[in-house]
């Protein structure tokens, strides 16, 4: 029997054409790569127009006018997606939208760095009218914006209506309008236990003329927090002056030598870990994975290429004695049986000599044994009987069948 069908295929007989084939797999390829690299790069795609308080949102709690606004006046502004890009000399803007954001790493890294905590103020939802929008609901309640950060400081803040009139300077540069309504913080928590001396001076940099405080330095070090955020986001930006002001504020908390203003997005849900998978696209492992798609490529071309007719595939069971034999003696080698035929191949001999040398047929056995044995030569027949029968493993018995062989040889000559 044969798994190989006895006529040979016709040439119409083929499913695909190779040109079909060849196609679907530039397309697989394809999209196969696409995958991979959407998938590494996923991330930085994301537009970030979900009607939150960051620096990629359009809506009205948003700062994409601040950041276009940067771009457009030369200021190099960047949208910072992880905590290893906090490693910058440059002016950090952090906008966390509730007080459950986790700053730690921003606070560990950025001690000596010029950064400014914008406190969240407003509830919205997004506008299904405007995708990218959203609604005023009110404001939010006093614990949010105060425990942003907390525990290493906690504010006491005050929500209220205010007049809208100018704010006071202590120092910084522009003229400021007092949101309406306004939200600021009127001095640090005296039963916050867990503050540390270095969070405990307060210098107010803007005021609304009542005690409340609008923009404030913590501690000793370049460390701002900006209890309105009307005063930067893109509410704030329709008034012309006061998106002069705004920029004038960065410039002035910024570094002596900026490369520009990074404003942060990961505290948002919008930044991302570092990829294995798009260090592959990336210097200085992007040529390695070149040369691995060539070398893929070059063994798909060689796929194609066939060299020489098609071999013609063989029966699964082969003609004649001879792979009845070689079938046998496999089976007898996966029983673990061959040191145990010995003694057979002895008996084999033992009947091709005696036909071989003459015998007598009467003889049997050992009078057969004791007749062979009679015959000169340099070995007796008994004794390289007994050495295959004793025969256990693979090489005494190919060592025993090979004496045997050569004794019948010997006495034939």
Known sequence: MSDVAMAPPSADAALFRGRTIALMLAIGIAGFAAMLVLGAYAPDLRSGRNGGAHALSNAVTGYAALVQLAEATGRHPRIVRTAHEFDTEDLLVVTPETGAVDISEALMQRATR???????????????????????????????????????????????????????????????????????????????KQQQDQWRQLTPLLTDGRGGIVLARIGEGPLYVLADPDLLNNRGMKDLGQARSALALLDWMNSTDPDGVAFDVSMNGLGHSRSPLKLLFEPPFLAMTLAIAAALLLAGLHAFGRFGPPRARARAVAFGKTALVDNSALLIRKAGREARLGGRYAAAIRDRAARAFGAPARLRDGALDEYLDSLKGAHRFTDLLQVADAARDRHSLLDAAQALHDWQEDKSR
């Open 114 to 192: 010029p950064t400014l905590f914008v406190l969240p103020k407003w509830r919205t939802v997004p506008d299904d009218d405007h995708p990218g929008w959203a609604r005023y609901q009110g404001l939010l309640p006093l614990h949010e914006p105060i425990g942003v950060l907390a525990p290493g400081v906690r504010f006491t803040m005050r929500q209220y209506r205010s007049g809208g009139g100018a704010l006071v300077s202590n120092g910084v540069p522009g003229r400021f309008w007092a949101p309406r309504p306004i939200q600021v913080i009127t001095g640090i928590d005296p039963t916050n």
